[in-house]
């Protein structure tokens, strides 16, 4: 393990050992779940607690053993104390025993924006700056179209990546970033000029007549369909994944979770689940690992989406998982009335043995950003 590595490891292992040993510690109401209470990146620190003295006091401890242990010291200047508007009449005790300055949403963390509300234009505008400080930065350089074309591929389009892969970028955003890359394709600059070729037919592959630049929104759905994908497959190691599954899903999937409710970010991410549905094979094993009601290993898609009351038809619970309908890799379904429940019981997919599995039906077996992109450019270039 690295130095730097270790001291991170050593910081985190003493706010633990400050909040289990001296008890009295409040968690976050939205991270009581997965006692989560820290996050770490690079040399950022993130804390969360409930906003009562006792709770900050105990993170100021770990903070204050950390540097006597050490020789870092939290640099106040930078440090922010974030309240809600509920934690007010604590605001002065809250700063004094932590000597932090107040901060206020929002803010910009590795550079990009932390809200409490919807995307704008305006917490976009540092891609747009970016974009054409790098064209104007180019002024005076003689290029030729292939230059520019190669310059939109490697440089460009990249200063966007970062943002897409965090965020689900507006409309009109993607709007304007598209508008640069078409001036400056066709000007050589951020100036207006004449479009010789739509900005479709642009972004279709060369071997289809295009210059093949990559579609900002195709891109866009693709690297955050990475963010479903990851908990499609479950991955329980990621912390994100985690607090969605406590959090937003508790019993449901992502399949019939509701897009109606949750944060504006959160909404627009599950609306990307249309687009990866008819990429995805779930592949039954043994029926542990997948929801009997809302995941859509069944032909129809997930079944209580077309069988709202197959619960109570069938005695089986709303949680159940799918194995409680299988006996020895074969289908063992109670017995139905309901013509419906009927259907469903006579359409029953193979039983394949082993661990369920879900697969990616493209050619590389799993999504990938590569993966995605393709499928989601074939939808966007139609």
């Known amino acids: 393990m690295s130095p730097f590595l270790f001291v991170l490891v050593m910081e985190a292992l003493i706010l633990r050992q ?6 009295g510690f409040s968690y976050h109401w939205r991270c009581d779940r997965i006692q989560l209470f820290q996050l770490g990146f690079a040399d950022d620190l993130l804390l969360f607690s409930k906003a ?11 903070l204050t053993v950390f540097a ?3 020789g870092l010291q939290a640099n106040l200047q930078k440090s922010n104390l974030i309240l809600s508007r509920s934690a007010t009449p604590l605001r002065d005790t809250l700063l004094a025993i932590l000597d932090f300055q107040e901060g206020h949403l929002p803010l910009r963390y590795l550079g990009l924006p932390l809200l409490a509300s919807r995307l704008s234009v305006a917490d976009c505008r540092p891609i747009l700056q970016k974009i054409e ?9 003689v290029l030729s179209f292939a230059g520019r074309v190669q310059l939109i591929k490697s440089v460009l389009s990249a200063l966007q990546v970062y943002w897409a892969m965090a965020f689900i970028l507006p409309k009109h955003v993607i709007k304007e ?9 066709w000007k050589g600059s951020t100036e207006t000029g004449y479009a010789k070729v739509s900005w ?6 060369v071997n289809e007549g295009g210059l093949g630049i990559r579609d900002i929104h195709a891109l866009n759905k693709s690297l955050m369909s990475r963010h479903l994908w990851r908990l499609i497959m479950q991955e329980r190691s990621s912390i994100w994944v985690n607090w969605i599954s406590h959090y937003r899903l508790q019993h449901y999937s992502v399949w019939t979770i509701s897009t109606r409710s949750g944060t504006w970010g959160w909404r627009k991410l599950i609306r990307l689940r249309d687009s990866l549905r008819p990429c995805i094979t779930y592949r039954i094993g043994d029926g542990t690992s997948f929801s009997l009601w809302h995941d859509p290993w069944h032909a129809r898609g997930a079944l209580i989406s077309h069988f709202p009351l197959g619960p109570q038809h069938t005695s089986l619970p709303i949680t159940a998982p799918l194995c409680m309908v299988i006996l020895e890799e074969s289908w063992n379904w109670p017995s139905v009335t309901n013509m419906e429940s009927i259907d469903i019981t006579h359409e029953l997919p193979t039983i394949h043995g082993g661990p369920d599995r879900i697969l990616w039906t493209g050619p ?3 999504f990938s950003a590569a993966a995605g992109l393709h499928s989601s450019a074939l939808r966007a270039l139609q």
């Open 364 to 366: 590389q077996g799993s």
């Open 18 to 23: 400050r909040i289990e040993q001296n008890g």
């Open 177 to 185: 970033i598209e508008k640069r890359l078409r001036n400056f394709l």
């Open 133 to 141: 400080a790098r064209i104007r930065g180019w002024d005076g350089i």
């Open 52 to 62: 009562d003295p006792n709770s900050v006091r105990l993170f100021k401890e770990g």
């Open 68 to 70: 006597g242990l050490s």
């Open 200 to 205: 479709k037919q642009v972004c279709r592959p």
